[in-house]
């Protein structure tokens, strides 16, 4: 049974920074992406940033520039290193597994940028 496991959520002052991680066990075969994805109360899950096999990153445009996302396939884990944090950055961080054969999510972390 895969399960994903994310760490590092919690409260951050504005301007701060955090470092999200996410470790994956059991079988899966032909991941593609990882990623982080986030959700807030009342909205839909939305791209936070992802990186391929192919070292291709995709961030949204909210995170541009103060978030880097970093994977290791062979270690099944994917890292979000976000700085400059803002309070709209505040939500349930969920990170994410791809492949052409499923998706995995984990349980997600709570990150609240406040003062």
């Known amino acids: 049974q895969v399960q994903l496991v994310e760490s590092g959520g919690g409260l951050v002052q504005p301007g701060g920074s955090l470092r999200l991680s996410c470790a994956a066990s059991g079988s899966m075969h032909g991941i593609n992406i990882m990623g982080w994805y986030r959700q807030v109360p009342g909205k839909q899950r939305e791209l936070v940033a992802t990186?391929?096999?192919?070292?291709?990153?995709v961030y949204s445009d909210s995170v541009k520039g103060r978030a880097t996302v970093s994977r290791d396939f062979a270690k099944n884990t994917v890292n979000l290193q976000m700085n400059s944090l803002k309070p709209e950055d505040t939500g349930v961080y969920f990170c994410?597994?791809?492949?052409?054969?499923?998706?995995?999510w984990g349980q997600g972390t709570q990150v609240t940028v406040s003062s």
């Open positions: 994410n597994f791809w492949s052409p054969q499923g998706s995995y």
């Open positions: 990186e391929s096999s192919s070292d291709t990153t």
